[in-house]
């Protein structure tokens, strides 16, 4: 049956998609000095192999004639810079073009078992941009999630919140008496900027913390659909990833085979595996992450509005002000502990970006004032 133009250029633009990523793959595998990194490229190119088949029999079927296959400009210039320079260099860009092409063949009706295949490609260049020439122990173990570190960047999300409350309040606080309101006006600003903002950035921890999780289940729930409906494909991919992190490729296999001979314990671990995702905690409690940013804001906040509750005027002002430099300063020290730099110089960029913001919102407070009186 003679192909329609479209249908035509669809198969055609498949096969040359697939030979080209054959072609790369066997020339990351020529270039990789890894053996077992090189195993696993040429297992990827003789996949993106046996896809080029399909497409080349239906066009061949429908007597098409097919000319020589060339290796795109793309394809060419990335291949030679493996062979120049090494695989690492090239593998963001492999990466880039896997997450590309993984919903390729969502919509083509008789390649939907490619779908998979493309989605396998895609994780596994991904985790071998970030971890190459093999995993150390603790690298496999976080991987697992067993051991997922996660104190680092609560200590970031701790400080960063103080340091929202801190300036955003002092700011308000200082605009509020720039334009010389009474203290009973300013300390009623100050903590409802405190209530605003704390309030505002609970909902947002929460809206992105319950998204993520609501994320995480649906992506758990389509893997599990693919190890029921697909698992040779899966049980492969997971070989694959074994053998990425160092097994040689009969141990990675048969460790593969038995994982998935249980149902649940092959979701778990294609869930911590593939997705990077531990299922008994999705990202973390919501509520939790809603409370802890509202603390963490409340407690910067408070800082410039704790004057106005036993001193006035021009007294109250400047004791706010040293008050905020100083818990200024205390964060900027604590900021070192993530940029390495001394405690004096990022305690003291952080007093001047805090106060220069404070003076503008002074100094834009007073204009307001003078023009309103």
Do not use: C
């Amino acid at each position: 049956m003679p192909l329609s133009n479209r249908e035509r250029s669809r198969l055609t633009d498949n096969l040359v998609d697939e030979l080209n990523g054959a072609a790369l793959y066997d020339s990351l595998a020529a270039a990789e000095k890894d053996e077992r990194l090189a195993e696993v490229y040429r297992r990827l190119a003789h996949v993106e192999r046996k896809h080029a088949d399909r497409w080349r029999k239906k066009l061949e079927d429908a007597g098409v004639h097919l000319p020589s296959f060339k290796p795109s400009w793309r394809t060419r210039t990335l291949s030679w810079i493996a062979r120049r320079f090494g695989t690492g260099v090239i593998l963001p860009s492999v990466q880039q073009i896997e997450r590309v092409d993984t919903n390729k063949y969502a919509g083509q009706s008789d390649a939907r078992d490619f779908h998979g295949d493309e989605r396998s490609h895609s994780r596994i260049i991904s985790m071998m941009t970030q971890m190459r020439g093999g995993f150390a122990g603790n690298e496999v173990a976080q991987l697992e999630g067993r051991h997922r570190s996660t104190g680092g960047n609560a200590l970031r999300a701790a400080v960063l919140g103080a340091n929202d409350g801190l300036v955003s309040n002092l700011s308000l606080v200082m605009g509020v008496a720039g334009a010389a309101m009474s203290e009973r006006t300013i300390l009623i600003t100050g903590v409802a900027g405190l209530l605003a903002g704390a309030g505002s950035m609970a909902l947002g921890e929460w809206l992105s913390v319950q998204s993520s999780r609501e994320l995480y289940r649906h992506q758990i729930e389509t893997e599990r659909e693919e190890i029921e409906n697909m698992p040779e494909e899966e049980e492969e991919e997971l070989a694959l990833i074994y053998q990425a992190r160092g097994l040689p490729e009969d141990q990675s296999r048969e460790f593969a085979a038995s994982v998935m001979r249980n149902h649940e314990t092959a979701v778990e671990t294609m869930t911590r595996e593939e997705l990077g995702i531990n299922p008994e905690e999705l990202g973390g409690s919501a509520w939790e992450a809603a409370i802890t940013s509202f603390l963490l804001f409340s407690a910067g906040a408070i800082v410039p509005v704790i004057p106005f509750i036993f001193a006035a005027g021009f007294k109250a002002v400047v004791l706010s002000v040293l008050f905020a430099t100083l818990a200024l300063f205390i964060v900027g020290g604590a900021i070192t502990l993530f940029t390495g730099r001394s405690v004096l110089f990022s305690g003291g960029r952080q007093v001047l970006f805090g106060l220069i913001a404070a003076a503008m919102t002074f100094g834009i407070g007073k204009l307001f004032g003078a023009v309103m009186t």
